[in-house]
């Protein structure tokens, strides 16, 4: 079996796991990294990559064995983004990467207009609404989880990402 874990480091960001077995693609955990560690706090990041590993070793049949991949986005500073926005996004995204390399994962860096091309090319709809609607024919994946009313668009990114690294597996 694979496993994907896809990670969008922004504040507004996700972090999903996906399996890929006999019975298709399927969410295995996911959250939304503001809640599973505000502020950034490098011991509920780690915590939330294990919480996905962990997801991903469970949903593994008995016996079974599984490869896991991780994809984080590269991206970089946003047009008139503040210094002060800019590197605390950027401490983020370096935390996530430490974190992914300290476990032995080998790490996919796409930016953003790579898994876009790759997976959202014959989607209907205009920017964030490609990759919802894209992660919506995820089966198990819940856009707008508990405490939201409205799709979030740092979980489908972040299942994106994850769909991204099972078709570069």
């Known amino acids: 079996m694979n496993a994907s874990i896809g990670i969008d480091p922004g504040l507004e960001g996700g972090i999903v796991a996906l399996v890929l077995d006999n ?3 399927r969410c295995v955990y996911q959250a939304l990294t503001h809640r599973v560690a505000p502020n950034l706090e490098p011991d509920l990041m780690r915590r939330a990559v294990m919480d996905a590993r962990n997801a991903v070793i469970e949903a ?9 991949s991780a994809v984080l986005e590269r991206v970089g500073a946003m047009p008139k983004q503040g210094l002060s926005s800019t590197f605390n ?3 983020g995204r370096g935390v ?14 796409p930016r953003p207009a790579d898994w876009a091309r790759a997976l959202l090319k014959n989607i209907p709809g205009e920017g964030k609404e490609k990759a919802i609607m894209r992660a919506s024919q995820v089966a198990g994946i819940q856009l707008i ?9 740092g979980i ?4 994106c ?3 991204f690294g099972l078709r570069e597996a």
């Open 23 to 25: 019975g298709g693609i």
């Open 161 to 163: 990402l994850a769909l």
């Open 156 to 159: 489908a990114d972040a299942c």
């Open 96 to 109: 996530w990467r430490g974190l992914l390399a300290g476990h032995g994962w080998h790490v996919l860096e």
């Open 145 to 153: 989880p508990a405490g939201c009313r409205v799709p979030q668009d």
């Open 89 to 91: 996004f950027g401490h």
């Open 60 to 68: 593994t049949p008995e016996g079974g064995g599984y490869s896991i």
